[in-house]
């Protein structure tokens, strides 16, 4: 699970420096459930830092990414979504309210997603979004 000194650890022994813009991305990741886009995130941050990028939080989310930290999400097709839970769940897109839920499967027969080997394929992730109404709309 994504966690700040693991991370900071992790990114110093790639050699990634830790500006204070790039801590205040890694900083917002923790525990989002958002699932926010890098222009959000971007949007956010910048009432705090004025001078912080659009590549600077696009590429310290591609790095999060590559170090194992974070999972990029295909939910709305305009761009990527980011979150930091990179247990294997589904994802539920309300049409209503836009909001993005986590749907976790662990120990539910219904929702059997089958990692390993299937037909010669080695499966070791997958991205399901599921879409309906919320409980919080219906």
Sequence with gaps: MFSFENTIQKLRSEGFKLTPQRLAVIKYMLGNKEHPSALKIHKELRRKYPTLSFSTVY???????????????HIYDDYLN?????????????????????????????????????????????????????????
């Design 59 to 73: 590429n310290t989310l591609g790095t999060l990414e590559k170090i194992g930290e974070i999972q990029s999400l």
């Design 82 to 138: 980011y979150e930091p839970n990179t247990t294997p769940h589904l994802h539920f897109l309300c049409r209503k309210c836009g909001m993005v839920h986590d749907i976790f499967t662990e120990g539910r027969t219904d929702f059997a997603v089958p990692l390993g080997d299937i037909d010669g394929h080695e499966i070791t992730s997958y991205s399901v979004v599921l879409g309906g109404t919320c409980k919080f709309c219906r």
